[in-house]
C-alpha cells in the first residue's frame, strides 16, 4: 500500500509538472507569436522603405571643357549617373512622395576674364532655396562652389538647377553636378 500511495504521490507531481509545462509552452507560443508579428511588421516597413527609395545625381558627361549657359536659365543636366526612380527628366526633379528632400548644386568654373561671377541657383517651381557663385578671374586656373538646400516638398512640385546670371560659363564633365535624395517620406 505505501508503494501505490508513493507512486500515486509521484504521478499528482508528474502531473503537476505537466500542467506547469504545458502552461508554460502556451505562454511561450504566444510570446513567439508577438514577435513574429513585430518582425513581420519590421519587414513590411523595411519594403515600403526601399519601395519610396528616391535619388538623382546629373552632370555634364561627355562635355570635356566649358558649358555655355547663354540665357538658358534651366540647366539640363544630359546625364543621369543615377535617377531612381526616374523622377528627374528634363531639368525637372519631381517629388514622388510628400516629404523631407535634400538637393545639392556643384559647379566648376573655367579660367574667365569677365570678372563676373557665375550664379546658379537650386529652385522649387520658382521659389529660389539656396545659391552659389563660382569665382574665377583671368589668373585662376579653377573655382568651385557648391550649395545644399533641405526642403518639405508635396507631392508633385518640382526641383530644378537655374543659372541666376554672371559669366556664362560652367565646366563641364563631372565638375558641374546636380543631386537629390528623399530623407523621409510624410
Not at 55 to 60: A, E, N, S, T
Request: charged content about 10%; proline content about 3%; glycine content about 8%.
Amino acid at each position: 500500500i505505501d508503494t501505490i500511495a508513493h507512486h500515486k504521490g509521484s504521478l499528482n507531481f508528474l502531473h503537476l509538472e505537466l500542467n506547469t509545462l504545458q502552461q508554460t509552452s502556451s505562454g511561450l507560443q504566444q510570446n513567439l507569436s508577438a514577435v513574429q508579428t513585430v518582425v513581420d511588421q519590421q519587414q513590411h516597413a523595411s519594403n515600403d522603405a526601399n519601395e519610396t527609395a528616391v535619388g538623382f545625381l546629373v552632370d555634364f558627361e561627355g562635355y570635356a571643357g566649358n558649358v555655355q549657359l547663354y540665357n538658358y536659365p534651366l540647366l539640363q543636366f544630359p546625364n543621369a549617373v543615377s535617377n531612381e526612380g526616374q523622377h528627374y527628366h528634363l531639368g525637372y526633379f519631381t517629388a514622388p512622395y510628400a516629404g523631407l528632400y535634400v538637393f545639392n548644386l556643384h559647379a566648376m568654373g573655367p579660367q574667365s576674364q569677365y570678372q563676373q561671377p557665375t550664379q546658379l541657383g537650386i529652385f522649387v517651381g520658382n521659389h529660389k532655396v539656396a545659391r552659389l557663385e563660382v569665382h574665377t578671374t583671368s589668373d585662376d586656373y579653377y573655382d568651385s562652389a557648391s550649395c545644399t538646400a533641405v526642403v518639405h516638398l508635396n507631392q508633385g512640385e518640382h526641383v530644378s538647377a537655374k543659372f541666376l546670371g554672371g559669366t556664362q560659363l560652367i565646366w563641364g564633365s563631372k565638375r558641374t553636378a546636380f543631386s537629390g535624395a528623399l530623407i523621409n517620406a510624410d
